[in-house]
């Protein structure tokens, strides 16, 4: 079990949809990230955020947004997604945006564009 | 952020010691080292980290050479369950903690 919950584990969705993935974090932890991860290979960073301000976008498109709203929530909305999108996306917490403070990750949501 | 170098693979017998390299040449004097490890179907897994002195924790030590140009993972005594990808990571404040490829590690009964 970890202590970083994301919902739902699975999603299929089709390409004109909107959902939204949720992460939740009650660690007293400041920083969130969303991570995206292809089979067989390394997680890569989407969006940082620090103290619910966004920090870092990695030059993500569009039809990804998201959203903080409160110190234990991350959340990521989907629309109008591709095919290529389908991957694992994973949630990270830390007690802050600092370099001693390591990444606790949840178990994921995996993502089926249709 | 300053890149890491890892093997693509290692293998171990189980109960043996395994010591997991890592270098990083590029290292900045303020970045920490963290390990990561991700089990198949699960989310990544802090190891340990470390700045310049070795450190230990009840799942593994982290040797950080003098230079701190490179450093070693240790898992004291490998079990099935180590089995996994395991990420060495240079982190900097107020930047991105991004993987490199890891190293796959194969625990052999």
């Known amino acids: 079990d970890t202590e970083v919950t994301q919902t739902p584990k699975h999603l299929v969705m089709g390409m004109t949809n909107k959902k939204s993935l949720k992460c939740e974090q009650h660690?007293?932890?400041?920083?969130m990230y969303w991570y995206k991860q292809k089979a067989k290979k390394p997680p890569e960073l989407m969006f940082v955020?620090?103290?619910?301000?966004?920090?870092i976008n990695e030059s993500v498109p569009s039809r990804f947004s998201p959203e903080c709203p409160n110190s234990s929530l991350l959340n990521l909305h989907l629309h109008a997604l591709q095919p290529e999108d389908s991957a694992l996306y994973l949630c990270?917490?830390?007690?802050?945006?600092?370099?001693?403070?390591?990444?606790?990750f949840g178990n994921g949501t995996r993502l089926t564009v249709t | 952020d300053a890149k890491t170098t890892q093997p693509n693979s290692m293998e171990s017998n189980e109960e043996e010691p395994v010591h997991l390299p890592c270098n990083h040449s590029?290292?900045?004097?303020?970045?920490?080292i963290h390990w990561y490890r991700q089990l198949p179907s699960q989310g990544p897994e802090y190891v340990i980290h470390?700045?310049?002195s070795n450190v230990n924790n009840r799942m593994a030590s982290l040797a950080i050479a003098e230079d701190r140009k490179s450093s070693t993972l240790i898992l004291h005594r490998a079990t099935l369950r180590d089995a996994a990808v395991y990420y060495c990571?240079?982190?900097?404040?107020?930047?991105?903690?991004?993987f490199g490829q890891g190293t796959i590690l194969t625990v052999h009964p």
């Open positions: 990270a917490s830390s007690l802050l945006w600092a370099a001693k403070s390591p990444l606790h």
């Open positions: 660690m007293g932890h400041r920083a």
């Open positions: 955020y620090s103290y619910e301000k966004l920090s």
């Open positions: 590029t290292i900045s004097g303020t970045d920490y």
């Open positions: 470390g700045l310049t």
């Open positions: 990571i240079l982190r900097t404040s107020y930047g991105k903690l991004t």
